[in-house]
């Protein structure tokens, strides 16, 4: 995989933001971004702590010198921010606390993700034990499937945040605090004068996850597609940049072929409920081929179609006798 190069964008107000890539997974390369203004300097983001991704990070902010010229360092930084508590933003926090003590910022939603990983891994492992019956996959293919969830037990080092962010709040006098859940509970975008940082809300080419409220309150598509519609009143962005893909001059168009591609997608699920199905068999039949850790992320975001559609009464379900009877019954949905 051939590696981007680090790359400098300045905002309207003349702070510099530098995108740094990481390779956060074998497969992906993701985005930090390093905001010096002054003697201001902030990191949003900090990869999956795994593979090469910390050296990346280190590399990156070796690169990048301040306003008089001078490498910039880990003791300059005076702001950590974490866009949402999916492991390629927030895994690297254990390599970055070894380096700074300069203050995490992360959603109130997402803030246990990082505060409390042991916990929180054991109850999304219990969790994703329940969903995976609810959605009907056999026994040993569920066996085989949960050693692909999350970082594993002991995976990460809990990091207390010091800074807990709301919805509209102004950052460090500089970050406007868009809160966009739906990818992530807690996913936010920051506005920075006329630079939008969108992490994972705008993947022009990158597969968008999606998980439904049933894991995961606050996820899910109707709260995705409510998120884009409020970027979408968002004015005066001349740029918007994401933790993965390239950057986006047009954020209107973006968001065009985000939602295009949800709603496509949808129409995909909608087709496979055209029989009683499982969220497992719809799953089969719209991703005929996944596999393992891919399969796992399939049952998860066709979840959140089913979910959706469900929600908004487009589906019934056809064996309610059988979920009286048998508590290991999954729900088969069909349109109508
Ligand atoms: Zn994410
Ligand atoms: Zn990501």
């Known amino acids: 995989m051939t590696t981007p190069s680090v790359t400098r964008y ?59 010229g001078e490498p910039v360092e880990w003791s300059h930084l005076s702001r950590i ?37 042991d916990e929180r891994h054991a109850l999304s492992v219990r969790t994703m034990r329940d969903y995976l019956r609810f959605a009907g996959v056999a026994p040993a293919q569920r066996v085989h499937l949960e050693q692909f969830h999350g970082g594993g037990r002991a995976g990460y080092p809990s ?9 509209g709040e102004r950052l460090d006098d500089r970050f406007q605090v868009i809160h966009t859940p739906g990818h992530c ?15 994972d809300q705008i993947l022009p080419t990158t597969a968008m996850f999606l998980a439904p409220e049933h894991l995961a309150p606050s996820s899910g598509l109707m709260h995705y597609l409510a998120s884009l519609e409020r970027l979408r009143r968002v004015t005066g962005v001349t740029m918007a940049l ?12 973006a968001i065009d072929d985000m939602e295009r591609d949800q709603r496509r997608r949808l129409e995909r699920v909608r087709h496979a409920c055209a029989v009683p199905r499982t969220i ?18 399939g049952l998860q975001k066709i979840g959140a179609y089913v979910e959706y559609l469900d929600t908004r009464g487009e589906l019934r379900i056809t064996n309610a006798d059988q979920l009286y009877d048998d508590p290991d019954a999954p729900p088969r949905y069909m349109l109508g």
Do not use: K, Q
């Not at 994401?242 to 168009?253: C, K, R």
């Open 10 to 68: 300045l905002s309207a107000g003349g702070a510099r933001v530098y995108r740094l890539p990481l390779h956060v997974f074998p497969w992906m390369i993701g985005y930090a971004y390093l905001v010096v203004d002054g003697a201001y300097c902030a990191l949003i983001d900090v990869g999956s702590g795994r593979g090469t991704s910390d050296a990346d990070l280190d590399a990156g902010l070796a690169s990048v010198r301040d306003d008089w």
């Open 81 to 117: 921010v974490v866009s949402h508590g999916h492991i390629d933003h927030y895994g690297g926090l254990g390599h970055v606390r070894r380096r700074t003590a300069a203050p995490v910022a992360i959603h109130v939603l997402d803030r246990s993700i990082i505060a409390a990983y």
């Open 159 to 167: 990091v207390a945040p010091e800074r807990i962010l709301h919805d």
């Open 185 to 199: 509970a807690g996913h936010v975008c920051l506005l920075l004068d006329d630079l939008l940082l969108t992490a």
């Open 242 to 253: 994401g933790g993965h893909d390239d950057p986006m001059p047009d954020l209107g168009s």
């Open 280 to 297: 497992a068999e719809i799953t089969e039949a719209v991703h005929p081929r996944i596999r393992d850790f891919n399969l796992l992320l």
